[in-house]
């Protein structure tokens, strides 16, 4: 019985590691600047010398969409089960997020 293991880039896991074990990364959105984009498609030298000069920068949970195509692709792959952790609800609505994708995906 096949277990996948997804989780939220806030895990900050290495790279090695996700791809030793396979954990699927769903990546938490980033709004600076006026831009709303993926934490990995931002360049970290960039976010700090945009906070270092008061803009506004903010982290949104992934999309609900996200968080189905990933739990789609574990089951697609032969999983018969998902373990998705990340922050509390009290911290973080990215676990909202990952509860209404698995209810629709069952």
Do not use: K, N
């Not at 008061?54 to 990933?70: E, K, L, N, Q, S």
């Amino acid at each position: 019985m096949p277990v996948a293991v997804i989780t939220d880039s806030t895990a900050c896991l290495p790279g090695q590691l996700v791809a030793q074990w396979g954990v699927a990364v769903v990546q938490v959105q980033i709004e600076a600047d006026g831009r709303l984009d993926d934490e990995s498609r931002y360049d970290r030298g960039e976010l700090i010398e945009l906070i270092r000069a008061g803009h506004d920068v903010r982290t949104r949970p992934p999309d609900p969409g996200a968080f189905f195509w990933t739990f789609q692709d574990a089951v697609s792959a032969g999983a018969d089960a998902v373990v998705s952790v990340h922050l509390s609800r009290r911290m973080s609505a990215t676990a909202e997020a990952a509860m209404q994708a698995a209810r629709q995906v069952g």
